[in-house]
C-alpha cells in the first residue's frame, strides 16, 4: 500500500512569490492535514480537511490555504510569501476526523529567498 | 483544550543503556495518546497509540509507553538504546470525543535523542 506523497519535496522560491504544494493520502483515507515545521516553533497544525471540507484549521494568516478534492488528494497554497515562511511543509492522512493515528509523508521543504 | 508538554528538550544517553522520555499532558476528554519518530529530513513515523485499552503500550522497535491518568503522564521507555533510535520524538495527545478540540491532535514541542557510541 502506497504511503502519503507529496509533490515538491523541495523548492525555492523569492519573497512575494505564491507556492502549491500537493499531497495524495493513503488509499481509502479520506482526511488529510498540513502542518508546518520550523526549528524555532516546531509543529504547527495549520488545517485539516475531510470530504472537500476544511473540518479543523490552525493559527494562521489567510495566506495559508488549502483544497481537497474528490479522490481526497489536497494542495496548501500560501500567497505573499514571507521569509519566515521557510519551512517543511507535512502532509498526514487518516481514516477520518476524529478516528486516530496519523500518517505522514516526507515533507516538502520550502525555502524563501 | 488540550495541551502537551515533553519536559526535557534534549535527551542524550549511551548505546545499551536505558531511554526515558517524558511526557505530561492535559485533556478534558478521554485522550488518546501518540508517540512519533522522526528522522533528519523525513516525515513522522508512529512508534505507539494508546487508545484507552492496556496502559502499558507496546510499540515498534522495542519502545514502550505506560499511560499513568493520576500523573497525566505518558513517558516512553525502551531497555536498551541503539545507534538507529538517535531521532526527535514527539508525543501527542488528542481528544477522543466531545469538545471542540474533538479529533484534534496537538503536538509536544519534541525532545532529541542523541545516543553515544
Known amino acids: 500500500k502506497a504511503g502519503v506523497t507529496q509533490t515538491p519535496r523541495y523548492l525555492i522560491k523569492t519573497r512575494g512569490q505564491q507556492v502549491t504544494l500537493s499531497c495524495s493520502p493513503i488509499?481509502?483515507?479520506?482526511?488529510v492535514s498540513w502542518y508546518q515545521q520550523t526549528p524555532g516553533q516546531g509543529l504547527q497544525f495549520l488545517f485539516e480537511y475531510f470530504s472537500e471540507t476544511q473540518r479543523n484549521k490552525g493559527n494562521f494568516p489567510g495566506r495559508f490555504s488549502g483544497r481537497q478534492f474528490s479522490n481526497s488528494r489536497s494542495e496548501m497554497n500560501v500567497s505573499t510569501l514571507e521569509l519566515g515562511d521557510s519551512a517543511l511543509y507535512l502532509c498526514a492522512s487518516r481514516v477520518g476526523v476524529g478516528t486516530g493515528e496519523l500518517f505522514f509523508g516526507e515533507g516538502s521543504r520550502l525555502t524563501v529567498l | 483544550a488540550q495541551s502537551v508538554t515533553q519536559l526535557d528538550s534534549h535527551v542524550s544517553v549511551s548505546e545499551g543503556t536505558p531511554v526515558l522520555l517524558r511526557c505530561n499532558y492535559s485533556?478534558?476528554?478521554?485522550?488518546?495518546l501518540f508517540w512519533y519518530v522522526q528522522h533528519p529530513n523525513k516525515g513522522l513515523q508512529l512508534l505507539l497509540k494508546y487508545t484507552s485499552a492496556a496502559t502499558l503500550v507496546k510499540g515498534i522497535n522495542g519502545f514502550e509507553a505506560e499511560f499513568k491518568k493520576s500523573e497525566t503522564s505518558f513517558h516512553l521507555t525502551k531497555p536498551s538504546a541503539h545507534m538507529s533510535d538517535a531521532a526527535e520524538y514527539f508525543c501527542v495527545v488528542s481528544d477522543r470525543a466531545g469538545g471542540t478540540s474533538y479529533g484534534k491532535l496537538t503536538f509536544g514541542q519534541g525532545t532529541i535523542l542523541t545516543v553515544h557510541p
Open positions: 485533556s478534558s476528554y478521554s485522550p488518546s
Open positions: 488509499s481509502g483515507h479520506r482526511s
